[in-house]
């Protein structure tokens, strides 16, 4: 399992594209609440070594394109099950969104969209590949 920084290396947009450097996994769990990360990094710590292995990750990261595109090729494009927390909906990151349908559609792989909020989205639901 990895636990990411909230600011990888001093990120900025004329450095070029964020790489999280991860290895593919079977789950992956994408927030952008460094908390609910850190939370879910506890717990899988106490889950013992049948557990599948988990990759969590803040997609506030993956903002470009381009990071998204190499998220998805080399990190989940061997998960079984993505969820991903969405505060503020699609439209917060509609390109993740988009590619993770098309990920999820071409290999069979479940896509669990969730609201970061106590607001139901029927939107993430529906576009979700599990009820």
Known sequence: MHLLQARPGGYLDEDG???LPQDPAPLAILSSA????????????????????????NWLILRQHAAIDLY???VLAQARVVVV???GGRNY???GV???EGLA???GAALILVPGDDQPDPELFQRS???
């Open 17 to 19: 594209i964020a790489y």
């Open 98 to 100: 988009e590619r993770l």
């Open 72 to 74: 998805c090729d080399e």
């Open 129 to 131: 590949t599990v009820p």
């Open 105 to 107: 559609r071409e290999r």
């Open 85 to 87: 927390s969405l505060l």
């Open 93 to 95: 990151w509609p390109y």
């Open 34 to 57: 460094d908390s609910e990360i850190a939370l879910l990094a506890r717990a899988l710590e106490g889950m013992g070594p049948d557990f599948p292995q988990v990759r969590l990750a």
